[in-house]
């Protein structure tokens, strides 16, 4: 289980910070951001969810975005549940690098 599992409440987009240059909208890989036909007290045309039920929480369009002017919320609990899980994966990686680790100190090496 992962990010892209989680219920996905709202996507965000700043009024103050958006500058219009759509890379959010290029990286969604679900189409879930269309540009708005009215623009704002800026004069620009900023990007909205139009198919917010399609959105995966894969939060590529808040990395893509220069301006950090884009955020997804999500339903808290679902999230804390999803870290949790992600959690007690990454302490099994790295219980496997510290016993590797360990191998590699003692001189056995295999390829």
């Known amino acids: 289980m992962n990010m892209s599992t989680a219920k996905v409440r709202q996507i965000v987009v700043s009024d103050k910070l958006c500058k219009a240059c759509y890379l959010c909208i290029w990286a969604c890989p679900w189409g879930v951001l269309e540009i708005k036909e009215e623009r704002n007290w800026r004069g620009i045309k900023k990007p909205y969810a139009a198919k917010i039920e399609q959105c995966r929480a894969c939060r590529l369009c808040e990395l893509y975005c220069p301006d950090f002017a884009i955020q997804v919320v999500v339903d808290e609990e679902e999230e804390k549940k999803i870290l949790e ?27």
Not at 88 to 95: C, G, I, L, P, T
Not at 99 to 106: A, L, Q, V
């Open 85 to 111: 899980v992600e959690e007690r994966y990454e302490r099994k990686w790295f219980d496997r690098l510290k016993k590797r680790d360990e191998i590699i100190s003692k001189g056995v090496w295999w390829l």
